[in-house]
């Protein structure tokens, strides 16, 4: 797994942490992928929106996964920011 790329959100927007592009596999890319922060802990991954239905979903163990990637790609963005640790 990697991803491609990410984009923080500003702040206000909710809970929404970034949006991001990722390779699951060789074969299989995700594009505009929402990271966010669930208001009971942990985090949730969904994809986008195609005529009001959802292109996908993900299984809880896939969740982790992909959202630690995404959190690690984040933090690479900013290295020296302490205010996330």
């Not at 990410?6 to 942490?17: A, T, V």
């Not at 060789?26 to 994809?47: I, K, N, Q, S, W």
Request: with cysteine; aromatic share 6%; charged share 25%.
């Amino acid at each position: 797994m990697k991803i491609l790329s990410i984009r923080p959100e500003p702040p206000g927007l909710g809970n929404i942490i970034a949006r991001f592009d990722v390779a699951l596999t060789d074969e299989l890319r995700l594009f505009g992928l929402r990271l966010t922060e669930r208001t009971a802990g942990g985090y949730a991954v969904y994809a986008p929106n195609a005529m009001g239905r959802r292109c996908a979903t993900f299984s809880p163990n896939l969740v982790e996964e992909i959202s630690r990637a995404a959190l690690a790609a984040l933090k690479e963005l900013r290295p020296h920011d302490r205010s996330a640790d």
